[in-house]
């Protein structure tokens, strides 16, 4: 983990594994402070503070969660008398996909010899999942800690004098994507609508809705964002994600309309340069989203989770990549 100064008063911390949970943090030290993010358990999340602890001298008055995803939140009960912003669908989606006792359970499990060979046979992707999960985190003590204050489609925060907005973009990675903008010093939290050297993946949203809020970042114009995952870019990386998605689209349109799976199309689509982003294999998820809207589902259709984790273990095998999540 480390700090890197962003602005005048904006800061950045990012994990330099840029694996699944890895998630950015940010501050903006200004009006009693904004944490950005709050990291994927209390261990990351106490070290983020200490980071942030050589530039501020107090705790901050405000957490925005960008959306609800765990290693967005599960550090918000250490800010306890934080006001916590976000979406209006941050609070009931947290609940749903941000309670932490499946993943105690997993990781839990698979330090039982049993657990671990049920589920090598039944489920090997969970089992390499929740191994590289053990790897970082320990999600022991974790309570679900809501937003205290939520916004339909923008929120401005006036802090000494500057405007930060809060811009709701969502859904495209998930419900409650939210952008921040700092215009003064040109700066973006971008959450989950970037994700820089790693492979992408998206719950919830379509992909014409996440070209859409890549636009908007570009529109404006920023001199300096902070992806949700990977290292700091700028308007190049925000045009790469997006000429991306729209290839892995297209790509996925062909396979589609051949009638290959999104399993066999994911094991056999061309990506170029993109294989050299981490996490290679999460190609699936992305041709799948693509089948879901050519087979006209939900956006908000909900995954087998233990089937997405099998089948990027098995786009790894079929093209003799490394399993990382």
Known sequence: MKLEQVGDNCYAVINEKNRVGDASSGLI???GGVVIDTQFDLAHAREMIEKFDTVWTNMPKRVVN???DPDHVWGNQLFEEAEIIAHESVPAQMEKVANPEETQKLLHGISKTLVRVLLKASHP???AAGKQLAEDFNFDGI???LPTTTFEERHTLNLDGTEVELIY???CHQMGDTIIHVADEKVLFAGD???RACTPMGWTGTYENWCKALDLIIELNPAVVVPGHGPLTDLAGV???KAYLEYVRGESQNFFDRGLSSLE???KMDIGPYINWAAPTRLWMNVERAYREFRNEPADAPWEHEKAFDALAKVARARGLPLEF
């Open 143 to 145: 309570e679900l800690t």
């Open 239 to 241: 045009r790469e994600m």
């Open 66 to 68: 960008t959306h609800e």
């Open 125 to 127: 992707g969970v089992l």
């Open 265 to 267: 199309a994911a094991k």
């Open 29 to 31: 030290n200004l009006g």
């Open 193 to 195: 609508v970037i994700f």
């Open 169 to 171: 973009v969502g859904p």
